[in-house]
């Protein structure tokens, strides 16, 4: 899937709307999570991972690295409404040259959007920390609290996730034991995206970045304009 015709196309039908400007927005924000931003990694990882090979594609639209972190306490009222509940959950892609990579998702569990991602190279709480990183910048100043709900994979039962998850205004939540109704946003979603990507196949993350941005891209703009 080249990414460039992707937008193009999806300009034509999209480009003066108000969720146009929103997914360009997300678009413009950097989803990579670099080697030296995880606190753990195996060396093995470490050693055979490039991370100058991990970047989104040099095409003048995406990814501006974005600084800074939201502080707790901006929240004036810390009232729940239905479009502030979240879920998260990561997926797994293969590539013929560069092993796996992963995607973190945030999905919004009332219209079910990706209202946020990030990619890497280690499954890892970090992954979180970066998706919410972007969540919150396009927020701009939005610090309302939000409740986020996970799985109860052992990543989001780990200190460094309630770490990273502390450091932003978020309520955690986790599924109930044997329970699976509850996180069926998540799992609809990445089973909906293998349908998507069929017998599509990675030679490197580039490839792996390019298809899964664009797929991310014309999943919403599906979703928002039914």
Known sequence: MDFR?????????????????RQMRLLSLNPILYLEEYKTLPEDIYLWKQDEELHPAADGFIRLQTEGTPEKDHCPDK????????????????????????????????????????????????????????????????????????????????ETYAGILAAYPVRARMT?????????????????????KGKQSFFGWQDAIDWLTADILKYNLSRTSR
């Open 176 to 196: 109930e034991k044997g329970s699976h109704g509850q996180a069926a946003v998540v799992s609809t979603y990445f089973s909906q995206l293998m349908r998507r």
């Open 5 to 21: 015709y992707t937008l193009q196309e999806l300009a034509f039908t999209y480009k003066d709307t108000e969720e146009w400007d």
């Open 79 to 158: 009232v729940y409404y239905p479009k502030n509940a979240y879920c998260v959950g990561i997926g797994t892609y293969k590539t013929s040259e560069d092993g796996e990579i992963y995607l973190c998702v945030l999905l919004n569990s009332e219209s079910r959007t990706v209202d946020a991602y990030s990619f890497g190279v280690y499954r890892s709480p970090e992954l979180v920390g970066k998706a919410l990183e972007n969540f919150f910048c396009l927020r701009e100043g939005n610090t309302c609290e939000i409740s986020l709900l996970s799985s109860r994979n052992a990543i989001f039962q780990s």
